[in-house]
């Protein structure tokens, strides 16, 4: 039974219920006010769904009474019935005024979306970006009641909107990655809920989540790993997990340093889970529109783009980390201290911090030296004659750096780059640069902003092997001396393609 294209079944309770051939009439209330739709509808087939075409866009529960049929009166200002939400039941009452007859049975059976409009819309957006844009994710923290989803959460409504989205985005472009869920920390009730009614055809290619956290270590692994393999269970192989949001406001959560540390300690954390396939901080920049609240100190970057120390920890990291694979995590009799090893074909790189005060931590090394190197790029050599090393541990992050040839890992895993290195230091109120070459090469050795402007070229020309050093006196191409703090060195060797980038605080 149907009336109209309207695409979203009203889902019917329990069959037994409503009786077949019962007369039953619908109604409905947006957020404003209360309507009613006079038409009377039968159930013919303990299969049937009633499907509406004139029902208003996104806000709408539906009401069905039946035992007894009669024709509503005309709305009154006040409402026939009220609905509360105790835990996850709903429960309706009848108000003080109520229209409502004695003994009447009451049904909520579904908040009604018109997902007619939205799945225009969705079709107009992946149409024109899928040649550019390969992953999408369906709503945000659709169990957060009242914010996004502006009606009590409902997952059966999700997901009669995700299957349509779903379909449609395949439709288009059958090699997109459709991201469900994302959901608060709190959201794993709503997964649950939500999975009975995922149609076979439209299996999640990944699983979005939100796991804010007082403290990157707070069960973060612990719970993505029992929730890979809930759905592990459920599905019956693997869906990836998606951290679609997460992160620490300067603002209200943590200071600038500690949201550096922090944002290493969760990268270098997922990086070691083989279902965790995308983790996106929120966000790069701090929101001009709340300037002074929590939600507009997420950024890596302030509003106007200076970056935080979380930029610089960012990168280095990422740069460090660019080509190696996770071996392992190392443990240590001191449950505190956090430690993960990631392996290139010339060189072991542990990641090391403790998850609160300090202490000392012994690692086996392989060969004369060890590199350390802070979040920011900041790095000592030392030099050393014995196959341990005992290096102090803070809740900031180090790296610890050695050279090894490893066996078994295919060269053509790890492309080749020539050993260049390029180290700052301050000198007497300038900034020294250190650059090493392996050999001869045409060099242009320039300063950028972080907007990515030249401010300074320093040398330019063909460079024989060794050390070569320059001074910057912190001066631009016209002679300013605006630019001393939070620049981007980048030398850039035009032959091989090099480029290594210092950040100076």
């Given at each position: 039974m149907g009336f109209g294209l309207f695409d979203a079944p009203i889902i019917r309770p329990d069959p037994s219920s409503i009786p077949l051939g019962d007369t039953v009439f619908v109604r409905y209330h947006t957020a404003d006010n209360i309507a009613y739709v006079n038409e009377s509808l039968v159930f013919s087939s303990p299969l049937d769904n009633i499907y509406l075409s004139h029902l208003p866009y996104y806000k709408s529960s539906v009401i069905v009474t039946s035992r007894r049929t009669y024709t509503p009166p005309p709305a009154l200002t006040s409402p026939d019935y009220q609905i509360s939400y105790e835990g996850q039941f709903t429960v309706i009452r009848r108000t003080e005024n109520s229209r409502i007859p004695d003994g009447d049975t009451v049904y909520l059976t579904a908040a009604v979306m018109d997902t007619s409009a939205f799945l225009e819309y969705v079709d107009s957006v992946v149409s024109r970006y899928h040649d550019k844009i390969r992953y999408w994710a369906l709503w945000n923290e659709p169990d957060f009641g009242g914010g996004f989803w502006a009606v009590k959460p409902n997952p059966k409504l999700y997901a009669v909107l995700y299957n349509a989205t779903y379909r449609k985005i395949k439709l288009i472009d059958p090699t997109a990655v459709v991201i469900a869920g994302n959901t608060t920390n709190n959201g794993r009730w709503f997964l649950e809920q939500l999975a009975p009614h995922i149609d076979s055809d439209c299996i999640p290619d990944g699983l979005g989540l939100h796991p804010?956290?007082?403290?990157?270590?707070?069960?973060?692994?612990?719970?993505?790993?029992a929730l890979e393999n809930w759905i592990q269970n459920v599905a019956g192989h693997e869906i990836p997990l998606w951290l679609t949001e997460f992160g620490w406001s300067t603002h209200n959560d943590v200071d600038s340093i500690t949201q550096a540390s922090y944002l290493v300690r969760t990268y270098i954390q997922l990086f070691s889970l083989p279902f965790a396939r995308g983790a996106l901080w929120f966000c790069f920049r701090d929101s001009k529109r709340f300037t002074f609240g929590r939600e507009g100190g997420f950024g890596i970057v302030h509003s106007d783009l200076t970056p935080k120390p979380a930029y610089f920890a960012y990168s280095t990291m990422t740069q460090l980390l660019a080509e190696s694979q996770f071996s392992q995590k190392i443990e240590f009799n001191d449950t505190l201290t956090q430690c993960f090893e990631f392996l290139r074909p010339d060189r072991r790189i542990r990641c090391i911090w403790r998850v609160q005060g300090q202490a000392t931590a012994t690692l086996h090394v392989i060969g004369d030296s060890l590199k350390i190197m802070d979040i920011f790029g900041n790095d000592t050599t030392i030099y050393i004659d014995s196959s341990e090393f005992t290096v102090p541990v803070f809740s900031q992050p180090i790296y610890v750096i050695d050279s090894i040839a490893l066996e078994g890992i295919s060269e053509s895993e790890f492309p080749e780059k020539p050993e260049e290195a390029i180290k700052v230091l301050t000198h007497k109120g300038a900034v020294r640069i250190q650059?090493?070459?392996?050999?001869?090469?045409?060099?242009?050795?320039k300063i950028y902003n972080v907007a990515g402007a030249e401010i300074r070229q320093i040398a330019s020309g063909r460079f024989a092997p060794g050390r070569h050093e320059f001074l910057w006196d912190g001066r631009d191409n016209n002679g300013g001396t605006r630019f001393r703090r939070r620049l981007s060195l980048c030398a850039q060797a035009r032959e091989?393609?090099?480029?290594?980038?210092?950040?100076l605080l």
């Open positions: 804010y956290r007082s403290y990157p270590e707070e069960n973060l692994i612990p719970d993505m790993v650059l090493t070459l392996s050999s001869p090469q045409d060099l242009s050795l091989f393609g090099i480029e290594a980038q210092i950040h």
